[in-house]
């Protein structure tokens, strides 16, 4: 690994995980993490996130982040632990919102900005303006790479497994070859379901775990009761990679694609286009629903902060027998 020095964003990124009890980042989900459940999971100590496209509007965008610093502020007039959060953002040319959104984050000034289906480049000046600092999502050396040379403060490998639009590569090797040539902060998401998976990812070279689809299954997120009970049921063998459903790899619940009739092995692929609402647009998402292979261990629905102590317990042990 070739060592440099890094730099001020890089090393408050660092300091921010460290700082945790926890190094997890609550991984931003469509339709699924709205300001509740990044609420709960700051409370909870770990970092909050949701998808700007999840609110249907850039009004009710800006309502959210009002609530959002609103309950940031009082809980820390009240002395109360509250976790920095993070807004996700879409960087992609046809998404008409971006610069009515980018115009919110100079507003609100969201610690953490992660990027989505684009260049970071689009985000940094300004987010580096107030002092955040943005990270990205990639799914290969070739992008990590490239979101390098564009300039982001920290990546989050996406590997197999991952809920959502997954990966398809194997943490051991994916992080193995990004640290070859990236020093900088790391975080890994893919089925990272418990406390032992979070401290993996550390003895593997990581920073910060995102942990997904657990917190789906919790009483704070967006989803119905349908869904939830869905996640408790399935195990591994009922998740299915396919890109049938949005175009884009992305791994679902077999049981609501045979409600939906969608046939995995088809080969037609919905298109990709960011414009409009983006919500409405991708129907398929609120009845076809994703889960990552470490669905098998939702045992049950619980709080964002029963769940996170849970984490809290098995990373504390798993540490504890490492030593
Ligand atoms: C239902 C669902 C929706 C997701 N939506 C987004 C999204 O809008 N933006 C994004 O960057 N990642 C999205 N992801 C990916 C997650 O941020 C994260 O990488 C993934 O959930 C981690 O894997 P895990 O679910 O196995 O924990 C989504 C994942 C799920 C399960």
Same mark, same amino acid.
């Given at each position: 690994?070739?060592?440099?020095?890094?730099?001020?964003?890089?090393?408050?990124?660092?300091?921010?995980?460290?700082?945790?009890?926890?190094?997890?980042?609550?991984?931003?989900?469509?339709?699924?993490?709205?300001?509740?459940?990044?609420?709960?999971?700051?409370?909870?100590?770990?970092?909050?996130?949701?998808?700007?496209?999840?609110?249907?509007?850039?009004?009710?965008?800006?309502?959210?982040?009002?609530?959002?610093?609103?309950?940031?502020?009082?809980?820390?007039?009240?002395?109360?632990?509250?976790?920095?959060?993070?807004?996700?953002?879409?960087? $992609?040319?046809?998404?008409?919102?971006?610069?009515?959104?980018?115009?919110?984050?100079?507003?609100?000034?969201?610690?953490?900005?992660?990027?989505?289906?684009?260049?970071?480049?689009?985000?940094?000046?300004?987010?580096?303006?107030?002092? &955040?600092?943005?990270?990205?999502?990639?799914?290969?050396?070739?992008?990590?790479?490239?979101?390098?040379?564009?300039?982001?403060?920290?990546?989050?490998?996406?590997?197999?497994?991952?809920?959502?639009?997954? &990966?398809?590569?194997?943490?051991?090797?994916?992080?193995?070859?990004?640290?070859?040539?990236?020093?900088?902060?790391?975080?890994?998401?893919?089925?990272?379901?418990?406390?032992?998976?979070?401290?993996?990812?550390?003895?593997?070279?990581?920073?910060?775990?995102?942990?997904?689809?657990?917190?789906?299954?919790? $009483?704070?997120?967006?989803?119905?009761?349908?869904?939830?009970?869905?996640?408790?049921?399935?195990?591994?063998?009922?998740?299915?990679?396919?890109?049938?459903?949005?175009?884009?790899?992305?791994?679902?619940?077999?049981?609501?694609?045979?409600?939906?009739?969608?046939?995995?092995?088809?080969?037609?692929?919905?298109?990709?286009?960011?414009?409009?609402?983006?919500?409405?647009?991708?129907?398929?998402?609120? $009845?076809?629903?994703?889960?990552?292979?470490?669905?098998?261990?939702?045992?049950?629905?619980?709080?964002?902060?029963?769940?996170?102590?849970?984490?809290?317990?098995?990373?504390?042990?798993?540490?504890?027998?490492?030593?």
């Amino acid at each position: 690994m070739t060592t440099t020095s890094l730099s001020a964003p890089q090393q408050q990124l660092l300091n921010l995980f460290a700082g945790l009890d926890l190094p997890v980042l609550a991984a931003p989900m469509f339709l699924v993490s709205g300001p509740r459940l990044l609420a709960a999971s700051c409370q909870a100590g770990i970092v909050g996130s949701l998808p700007a496209p999840n609110a249907r509007t850039v009004e009710q965008l800006q309502q959210w982040l009002e609530q959002i610093v609103g309950e940031r502020d009082a809980a820390q007039q009240r002395g109360e632990q509250w976790a920095p959060w993070m807004l996700n953002m879409i960087v $992609h040319s046809t998404y008409d919102r971006f610069e009515a959104e980018l115009e919110l984050v100079r507003r609100y000034q969201p610690p953490i900005v992660s990027t989505a289906l684009g260049s970071p480049k689009r985000v940094l000046d300004t987010v580096h303006a107030y002092g &955040g600092v943005v990270i990205a999502d990639v799914i290969s050396p070739a992008l990590a790479r490239k979101a390098v040379a564009a300039g982001v403060d920290g990546l989050v490998l996406v590997c197999n497994g991952a809920g959502g639009h997954t &990966g398809n590569y194997n943490p051991f090797a994916f992080v193995a070859e990004v640290r070859e040539f990236w020093d900088g902060p790391l975080g890994l998401a893919g089925a990272i379901s418990n406390g032992r998976d979070i401290h993996a990812a550390q003895v593997l070279g990581c920073d910060f775990s995102l942990v997904g689809t657990r917190l789906i299954a919790t $009483h704070e997120s967006l989803v119905e009761d349908a869904y939830r009970d869905m996640l408790v049921e399935c195990s591994l063998d009922q998740v299915t990679t396919t890109k049938a459903v949005s175009g884009v790899l992305a791994n679902w619940m077999q049981p609501s694609l045979d409600k939906a009739g969608i046939d995995p092995r088809s080969e037609t692929r919905p298109s990709i286009d960011f414009s409009g609402d983006i919500a409405t647009a991708n129907k398929a998402w609120k $009845h076809v629903w994703s889960a990552g292979q470490g669905v098998g261990q939702i045992t049950r629905t619980c709080s964002v902060a029963e769940l996170v102590d849970e984490l809290h317990q098995g990373y504390r042990q798993s540490r504890a027998r490492a030593l």
